[in-house]
């Protein structure tokens, strides 16, 4: 079974552009959760989504906003770029219909670079 | 808002058992708690969950107080190859909380 997917690997934007990233989950998964991961804040939540709803969503600006197909792939953006969203932004996939209870799968995540 | 922290590091030898503690002291309910392994430049890996008591699978144990408001992961024998970083993971209400991570390093 192929594991969870993001695109791009590596990503390098300018200061006030945005930037949309993609994950592909596991076959058969309908929860798809985003993080941030930096040196200073550590892994921190970003949203969840589950049968194209997005049912939780962590401490973080507007900017930062996702949807999820109907195929259970999901986008993440980033609008309106500052220099402390230069991190790695990491996806994950599980079979849960609850927030937690299920093991999450995640990918290799994609390091966004903002200059 | 719930509030994990581990301790930032340790290290242990080949062999040894490692136990490595996460204080949530406002895990939600009907949550679980959750541990994961990471790797440089890679994703979290799952290794063990709980509710309450104890929970044990092929690669490590996880006790859980009747209170809830701490978890010790326990990994049996370690290796030079368990070293990484380790995050509990637990949920509040409508988020998810991962601790601040523990770098373990097992020396030979």
């Known amino acids: 079974k192929a594991g969870v997917t993001q695109t791009p690997r590596y990503l390098i934007k300018t200061r006030g552009q945005q930037v949309t990233l993609s994950c592909s989950p596991i076959?058969?998964?309908?929860?798809v959760s985003w993080y941030q991961q930096t040196p200073g804040q550590g892994l921190q939540f970003l949203f969840e989504?589950?049968?194209?709803?997005?049912?939780n969503k962590g401490n973080f600006p507007g900017r930062f906003s996702g949807r999820q197909f109907s195929n259970s792939r999901s986008e993440m953006n980033v609008s309106t770029l500052e220099l402390g969203d230069s991190a790695l932004y990491l996806c994950?996939?599980?079979?849960?219909?609850?927030?937690?209870?299920?093991?999450?799968?995640f990918g290799p995540g994609t390091r966004l670079t903002v200059t | 808002l719930a509030k994990t922290t581990q301790p930032i590091s340790m290290d242990s030898y080949e062999g040894q058992e490692v136990n490595i503690t996460c204080s949530h002291n406002?895990?939600?309910?009907?949550?679980?708690i959750t541990w994961y392994q990471q790797f440089p430049s890679q994703g979290p890996r799952f290794i063990i969950q709980?509710?309450?008591t104890k929970v044990t699978n092929e690669v490590a144990s996880l006790f859980i107080p009747a209170d809830r408001k701490s978890s010790t992961l326990s990994l049996p024998r370690v290796s030079l190859s368990d070293t990484a970083v380790y995050y509990c993971?637990?949920?509040?209400?409508?988020?998810?909380?991962f601790g601040t991570g523990t770098r373990l390093q097992v020396f030979p």
């Open positions: 709980g509710y309450k």
């Open positions: 993971l637990v949920g509040d209400t409508d988020k998810l909380i």
């Open positions: 994950a996939s599980s079979l849960g219909q609850e927030l937690t209870g299920y093991e999450q799968y």
């Open positions: 989504y589950f049968s194209e709803t997005q049912r």
């Open positions: 406002n895990i939600a309910t009907n949550d679980y």
């Open positions: 076959s058969g998964h309908r929860s």
